[in-house]
C-alpha cells in the first residue's frame, strides 16, 4: 500500500502586482548624459510639474520612492560632472526628477513562485498551544527569469493546518548594502578553485595588502586595464575577478518592513541573472546559539557561484561564497547541526549523485563522500537533496528530489545514521511523492521541487513546487514513513 500523502488546497501563485524599484540605466553612459541634459533644460516650474505628476502616479506603490530617486540620481550624479554641473548645486526636486528617469519597476514574482523551503521562526511569542510559527522561503522568478528571495509567514496548530498571515501590499529591498573586507589568501584560494589565469591574477593581488576592501581591488583591476597589450581572455579574467569581489556583502532591511515585504535581489555581478534555490535551515551551534543558514545558487548567465547566506533575525544578512574544491556544482544542503565537532552538507558536486562533506569552517570543504546514487527507474538520470536533513531518533532523514523518464521530477527520502551519516541506512523503493494529474502541467512540465522541510506533531511537512510554477504543502505521517522505510 502506497503511502498516504495529505495534499493541501492552498496555492501561493505568480502576483505581478509584487513590485521593486530597480536601478535603470538605458544605452548607457552617453544616451545618459542626454537624458540628464534635458532635465536640467526644464525650468524648476517644469520640473515641478513633471515630478509631482511621477509621485502621484508612484508614490503608493513604494515606500519612499523618493528616497529611491535619490539613491538612484547618486548612482549616475559623476555624470553630471561631465556636462560641467555641480550635482550638489542642483535643487532637490531635479535630482528626484533625475533619478526618476533612471528608476523602473520590476514585477519580481510575474513568472513564477516556486522551490520553496520553511523553517521555524526566531520568534515564538504571542501562541497558542500546540502553534508554531514558521517562514516560508520561495525562489520568486519575474521577467527575464530574473530569481530572488521572497518570504511568507504562517502559523501552525496542533493539527499541522498553516495560517498564513496576508502579504504587505509593498515590497522592499534592503536599506543599505555593505561590502566586505577580503583576505587575500582565501581570495586567491577561491580564484584558483574556478579555474582563474593565473597569470592576471598575479598582477591584480601584487598591488593588494594581505587584507583589501573592494574599491582597492577595483583600483587595482583598472590599473591594469590600463595596458593596451591585454587580450579580450585576459579582460574576461579581469571581470571574473571583479565578479567574486561583489559576491561577499551583507544587507539590512529597514525595521518597518513586515517579512513578506522584504525581497533578497540580485546585488553582485555572480547573481546578475538571478538567486536560485535557497535552502534554508536552522542551525543550532555547540553553545545552543541558533543561525540561520541558506545554501543558494548565484547565476550571472554564464556561470553559478554557490554562495552561503546568514541570519539571525531576517532582518540583516551576511552572504559569503562557499570556497573549497567540492562546491563547484548546485543544490549543497547544511546539516542543522554538527556532527563530531564538524559542520557537515550534503552535495552533488558531480552532477548526478549525493555527497556528504564534513569541514571544521563552513566556508570550506575540501572533502566529500558518496552516499548514494540512482538505482531505480525513477531516478535513472539524477538524484539530489531536497532540502537540509531532518534529525529523528531513528536517524537523518534526507527528502531527496530525482529525475527519470520524460525528465520527470519526484521526491523520495533516505534515511542516514545519526553519529556517522556516511551510512546510508534506508531509502524508499517507489517515490514519497510524484507530479499528480494537477500538477503536472506549469512553466517546467512534470516536476515536484522542494527546498527544505519540516517535522512537526509527528507529520514531515514538505512544501513542495508544482512545474516550477506556483507552490504548495503536503503532509505525512511520520509512523508511515518510517515503516515505508524500515520494513519494506
Given amino acids: 500500500m502506497p503511502l498516504k500523502v495529505k495534499r493541501n488546497s492552498i496555492r501561493f501563485c505568480p502576483d505581478p502586482k509584487r513590485i521593486i524599484a530597480r536601478f535603470y540605466l538605458p544605452g548607457g553612459d552617453t544616451k545618459a548624459k542626454l537624458i540628464i541634459q534635458n532635465v536640467l533644460d526644464l525650468s524648476e516650474d517644469e520640473t515641478n510639474t513633471v515630478l509631482d ?18 539613491k538612484h540620481f547618486n548612482r549616475v550624479k559623476y555624470i553630471t560632472k561631465d556636462l560641467e554641473v555641480d550635482p550638489d548645486s542642483l535643487s532637490l526636486k531635479k535630482r528626484l526628477l533625475i533619478g526618476s528617469y533612471f528608476t523602473q519597476e520590476y514585477s519580481i514574482e510575474s513568472a513564477a513562485f516556486f522551490n520553496p523551503s520553511i523553517v521555524e521562526d526566531p ?22 527569469h530574473i530569481s530572488s528571495i521572497v518570504f511568507r509567514s504562517g502559523i501552525i496548530d496542533k493539527d499541522n493546518k498553516i495560517s498564513f498571515i496576508k502579504p504587505g501590499n509593498l515590497v522592499d529591498v534592503p536599506e543599505t548594502v555593505k561590502r566586505c573586507v577580503y583576505n587575500k589568501n582565501q581570495f586567491r584560494n577561491k580564484l584558483e578553485e574556478m579555474k582563474n589565469n593565473g597569470y592576471i591574477l598575479d598582477m591584480v593581488m601584487h598591488r593588494l595588502k594581505d587584507e583589501f576592501i573592494y574599491g582597492e ?3 587595482s583591476i583598472n590599473e591594469i586595464l590600463k595596458d593596451k597589450s591585454l587580450t579580450e581572455l585576459d579582460k574576461e579574467e579581469l571581470q571574473r575577478i571583479r565578479w567574486l569581489a561583489t559576491s561577499h556583502y551583507e544587507t539590512t532591511f529597514s525595521l518597518d ?24 535551515v536552522r542551525f543550532i551551534d555547540d553553545d545552543g546559539s541558533v543561525t540561520y543558514y541558506a545554501t543558494y545558487t548565484a547565476y550571472n548567465g554564464h556561470a553559478i557561484l554557490p554562495n552561503l547566506l546568514e541570519t539571525k533575525d531576517f532582518y540583516h544578512f551576511e552572504i559569503k561564497p562557499l570556497n573549497g574544491k567540492y562546491v563547484q556544482n548546485k543544490g549543497m544542503a547544511l546539516f542543522p547541526r554538527k556532527i563530531n565537532g564538524q559542520y557537515a552538507m550534503i552535495s552533488r558536486y558531480d552532477g548526478f549523485n549525493n555527497f556528504i562533506m564534513f569541514s571544521d569552517n563552513i566556508n570550506l570543504w575540501q572533502n566529500v563522500k558518496k552516499i548514494q546514487e540512482p538505482r531505480y527507474p525513477w531516478e535513472f538520470v539524477k538524484i539530489g537533496n531536497a532540502g537540509s536533513p531532518l534529525e529523528t531518533d531513528k536517524g537523518w532523514l534526507l527528502i531527496t528530489h530525482s529525475v527519470g523518464p520524460m525528465r520527470r521530477y519526484t521526491l523520495g527520502a533516505i534515511l542516514l545514521d545519526l553519529d556517522d551519516p556516511t551510512k546510508v541506512i534506508a531509502r524508499l523503493k517507489e517515490p514519497l511523492l510524484a507530479p499528480n494529474d494537477e500538477e503536472r502541467d506549469g512553466y517546467v512540465p512534470n516536476v515536484v521541487y522542494s527546498c527544505g522541510s519540516i517535522i512537526l506533531n509527528n507529520e514531515l511537512i514538505i512544501p513542495y513546487a508544482v512545474s516550477d510554477y506556483a507552490s504548495t504543502y503536503a503532509t505525512i505521517s511520520m509512523d508511515e514513513l518510517f515503516h515505508e522505510l524500515l520494513f519494506k
Avoid: C, W
Avoid at 53 to 70: A, P
Avoid at 267 to 280: C, H, K, L, Q
Fill in 53 to 70: 505628476q511621477i509621485l502621484r502616479n508612484f508614490s503608493k506603490r513604494h515606500r519612499n520612492i523618493t528616497k529611491i530617486f535619490e
Fill in 257 to 280: 518592513t513586515a517579512l513578506s515585504e522584504r525581497v533578497i535581489f540580485p546585488v553582485s555581478y555572480a547573481e546578475t541573472n538571478g538567486i536560485e534555490d535557497a535552502r534554508f
Fill in 217 to 219: 581591488l577595483v583600483g
Fill in 123 to 144: 520568534e515564538q511569542f504571542n501562541l497558542e498551544e500546540g502553534q508554531k510559527r514558521i517562514i516560508m522561503s520561495f525562489r520568486a522568478t519575474g521577467e527575464g
